[in-house]
């Protein structure tokens, strides 16, 4: 009987959450733009940062492609005031979420 680990699949899930990475965004509060940083593992399949409001509607979505560090730039003057969160998926799996502020 083949186990999770004799087929790999195990290892490659354990190592995804280690090579993916959401940084805070600089500066937050925010009110002209900001910057988010990331990091992507070296193989994967597709993965995207998604921000949204309160309520949980998203608003912007930004496709990743790149392995490795990244960053996206995000123009307070498209969005309305307020808290908003951000969240990294690497195929498919949440990764994590962080909380941006926005003042005019």
Do not use: W
């Not at 087929?7 to 090579?19: D, K, R, V």
């Not at 409001?53 to 960053?71: C, P, V």
């Amino acid at each position: 009987k083949e186990s999770i680990a004799s087929t790999g699949y195990e290892n490659s899930i354990a190592s995804l959450p280690a090579a993916s990475l959401l940084e805070q965004n600089m500066p937050n509060p925010f009110n002209s733009s900001t910057v988010i940083q990331y990091r992507l593992p070296n193989k994967f399949t597709n993965a995207r940062i998604t921000v949204a409001d309160i309520t949980g509607s998203i608003i912007k979505q930004f496709t990743l492609t790149h392995a490795g560090k990244g960053s996206v730039n995000i123009d307070a003057a498209s969005i309305a005031q307020g808290t908003y969160i951000y969240s990294l998926y690497v195929d498919g799996r949440f990764i994590s979420s962080k909380r941006m502020v926005i003042i005019k």
